[in-house]
Nanobody, 127 residues
Framework: QVQLVESGGGLVQAGNSLRLSCAVYGGTFSRYAMGWFRQAPGKEREFVTGISWTASSTNYIDSVKGRFTISRDNAKNTMTLQMNSLEPEDTAVYYC????????????????????WGQGTQVTVSS
C-alpha cells in the first residue's frame, strides 16, 4: 500500500514563495512518475506540473512556467514543488500524485492516469 503525504502549505502574500513537499511511504519511490494538481473551491482539479521517474522529463501548465519548479529526490522518497512569485490565482488545495511506470520519460497530465494521491495541503495567497 502506497501512501503520499503533502506538506508545506500555508498563507503567503502575493509575490512571495512557498515550497511544498510530498513524501512517499510504503513503496519504492523510484519508477513512479509524479505530479502536482490543485483544486480551488468550486473548480475542477487541474494539472499543474509533472515529472518522470528519472526526472528526465517535466511538464508545466503555462500559468506557472517560470514561477514553479518541480523536482524529486528518489533516494529520500520525496518530491518538491518550489513556488515563486505566487499570485492569488494560485490559491488552492495542492495534491501530489503518483503512478508506477517503467518508461523513464513518461509524464502524465490527467488525474485519471495517476494511481496514488495525497490528501492535499492548502495554499492561500493574499493580495
Amino acid at each position: 500500500q502506497v501512501q503520499l503525504v503533502e506538506s508545506g502549505g500555508g498563507l503567503v502574500q502575493a509575490g512571495n514563495s512557498l515550497r511544498l513537499s510530498c513524501a512517499v511511504y510504503g513503496g519504492t519511490f523510484s519508477r513512479y512518475a509524479m505530479g502536482w494538481f490543485r483544486q480551488a473551491p468550486g473548480k475542477e482539479r487541474e494539472f499543474v506540473t509533472g515529472i518522470s521517474w528519472t526526472a528526465s522529463s517535466t511538464n508545466y501548465i503555462d500559468s506557472v512556467k517560470g514561477r514553479f519548479t518541480i523536482s524529486r529526490d528518489n533516494a529520500k522518497n520525496t518530491m518538491t514543488l518550489q513556488m515563486n512569485s505566487l499570485e492569488p490565482e494560485d490559491t488552492a488545495v495542492y495534491y501530489c500524485a503518483a503512478r508506477y511506470v517503467l518508461n523513464a520519460k513518461a509524464v502524465f497530465l490527467t488525474s485519471n492516469e495517476y494511481t496514488y494521491w495525497g490528501q492535499g495541503t492548502q495554499v492561500t495567497v493574499s493580495s
